[in-house]
């Protein structure tokens, strides 16, 4: 069993910038990838980024948020961060943490644990 605990969501000025944590606690293999989606109001959920945990791992960033986010992991401390700069009004949502053994997947239900969410909100 793994638990995610996200951290760090709040309100920002558009063109502002915010770190998303998620820790992982529990029984983690060690080959696992780690994600964050995002759903805004009346819209589909969507992945955003994706990391894995081994060296040379793939990391995977959705159009909408290359070159504006980075996602980075700490292996020793079982974290991944989302940072989200220059960031955008429909960048507005609730994000998830959530955790997937083996590489990534873009679908929500291919992955095994999910974090509570945590929102964002992003005013024009």
């Not at 700069?85 to 959530?98: G, I, L, N, P």
Request: net charge positive; hydrophobic share 30%; glycine share 10%.
């Amino acid at each position: 069993q793994v638990q995610l605990v996200e951290s760090g969501g709040g309100s920002v000025p558009a063109g502002g910038s915010l770190r998303l944590s998620c820790a992982a606690s529990g029984r983690t293999p060690t080959y696992f990838t780690m994600s964050w989606f995002r759903q805004a109001p009346g819209k589909t959920r969507e992945i955003v980024a994706a990391i894995s945990s081994w060296s040379g791992g793939a990391i995977y960033y959705s159009d909408s948020v290359k070159g504006r986010f980075t996602i980075s992991r700490d292996n020793a401390k079982n974290t991944v961060y989302l940072q989200m700069d220059t960031m955008k009004f429909e960048d507005t949502a609730v994000y998830y943490c959530v955790y997937r053994i083996g590489r990534y997947s873009t679908t929500w239900d291919d992955h095994q644990y999910w974090g509570q969410g945590t929102q964002v909100t992003v005013s024009s």
